[in-house]
């Protein structure tokens, strides 16, 4: 234990904080980290562009193209992030052995045999997400939202066989496993019919749920949109849709939010509350829009910080707020981006615990703002990187300052090898 952390402890410990407690609590809050980072979103499935509204920027060398050159990146990323954590996992990345082929609506759990065993080998969960874009069967832009009956067909298949290697990635970790429905279905210029793709949306969903699982260990979401690159007039999965569905179907599936798809002044801190006010599970996409949908990579930056906050503070680490990355930066070092924003994650939330949040609530319910906002801001200046840097080391992975030199041994090493 450094000199320093010891400094800091005490200090906190004065404010009415315990930095032990923290620690402890945090390294077993899972985060789940995605596998889509790695590779700009391409997945194993099929060789065409990226599609469904979303977009990665930049061509940075050493791209994973196989699913070894995914698993070896994301193991060396691994060992630079304190923490517990998850896979998250895209249909896309299915994986073929013996020339063998599956289309998404016939994917099995056997596509995903090594995903579990990578999962296994670093005691993380699996989380999954149904692949409704970056495909053939995608029409005029549209899969569950589709007039086109077998299109729709097709794809209501997909997410069903999607719920199977969810049931089957819990049973074989024997942790829950969360299952993202997203799709980017919507219309560039103004449509005439609002309301028909939002209830054929609805219909499918009610159809893709309707396969067995168990909502203790499987657990559906539907994530909402505001717009998309090529689709700025009309998303039929808006807030009010995505929100208005899992409130009425509480039973079998929770809402998710990702803060890079509302408004730009409106906050996803803020909603975190309202929301736990009515469901008892919630999901997060943590990214980082700027400007628009950018999906940059996470920082710790006020609303990361602000998101963690809430999610401690309403006690969702409990298991009632389930934690996601997603972004994809192809500009940059693609091990480094996986590892800054996990870490930044991480210290969002090692910070957002480090708060005496039951005394600040007091001094609010007693009407003393002004208290509350010097001790609010004197937080703020408070040792927090020694405490960090101690969270590390009891994790196990190397402190700030102490990691960027294997990222850029692995880029030299394995990543400049790709061309
Ligand atoms: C897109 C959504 C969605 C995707 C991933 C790849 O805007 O955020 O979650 O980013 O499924
Ligand atoms: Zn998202």
């Not at 599609?51 to 193991?75: K, S, V």
């Not at 199977?164 to 993202?180: L, S, V, W």
């Not at 940059?332 to 996990?342: D, E, H, K, P, Y």
């Not at 040792?383 to 990222?407: K, L, S």
Request: glycine share 8%.
């Amino acid at each position: 234990m450094s000199e320093r952390y010891e400094s800091a402890r005490e200090l906190y410990a004065a404010a009415g904080v315990d930095t032990e407690a923290a620690i402890e609590r945090l390294k077993k809050v899972p985060v789940s980290l995605h596998c889509w980072q790695g590779d700009d979103v391409k997945g194993f499935d099929q060789d065409g562009p990226l599609t469904g509204g979303i977009q990665t920027t930049g061509n940075y060398p050493g791209r994973a193209r196989t699913p070894d050159e995914l698993f070896a990146d994301l193991d060396e990323a691994m060992k630079l992030m304190p923490g517990q954590k998850k896979i998250n996992v895209h249909a896309s990345y299915a994986i073929f052995e013996d020339g063998e082929f599956a289309d998404r609506d016939a994917l099995e759990p056997k596509h995903f045999r090594r995903w579990v065993e990578f999962a296994k080998a670093h005691g993380a969960g699996l989380d999954f997400n149904p692949t409704f874009f970056s495909h053939a069967r995608v029409k005029d832009g549209l899969t569950l939202t589709s007039p086109d009956e077998e299109t729709r067909r097709f794809w209501i298949n997909h997410g069903k066989a999607c719920i199977r290697i969810a049931n089957y990635f819990a049973q074989e970790t024997g942790i829950p496993c969360i299952m993202n429905i997203w799709i980017g279905d919507g219309f560039k210029d103004v449509p005439a019919d609002r309301m028909g793709p939002r209830v054929r949306y609805k219909e499918a969903i009610d159809e893709i749920l309707s396969e067995p699982y168990d909502f203790t260990m499987v657990k559906p979401c539907v994530e909402s949109k505001v717009f998309g690159i090529g689709v700025e007039a009309y998303t039929a999965g808006s807030a009010e849709f995505a929100l208005s569905y899992a409130a009425m179907n509480k039973e079998k599936c929770i809402p998710l939010m990702d803060n890079g798809h509302y408004h730009p002044t409106e906050m996803v801190s803020d909603k975190i509350p309202a929301l736990l006010a009515f469901f008892p599970e919630i999901a997060l996409h943590v990214t980082r829009p700027v400007r628009w949908d950018s999906d940059h990579v996470v920082l710790f930056d006020d609303e990361t910080r602000e998101i963690a906050k809430e999610v401690v503070r309403c006690g969702g680490l409990d298991g009632r707020v389930k934690l996601a990355l997603d972004y994809f930066d192809a500009g940059i070092n693609r091990i480094s981006a996986w590892t800054v924003g996990f870490r930044n994650f991480q210290k969002a939330l090692l910070q957002a615990l480090l708060a005496p949040h039951e005394e600040l609530k007091a001094l609010q319910d007693e009407n003393r703002m002004t208290e509350l906002m010097v001790r609010q801001e004197e937080l703020k200046t408070m040792p927090f990187g020694d405490v960090w840097n101690r969270y590390c080391e009891v994790c196990g992975v190397p402190a700030d300052g102490a990691w960027f030199g294997e990222i850029e041994r692995y880029e030299r090493e394995v990543l400049s090898t790709r061309c």
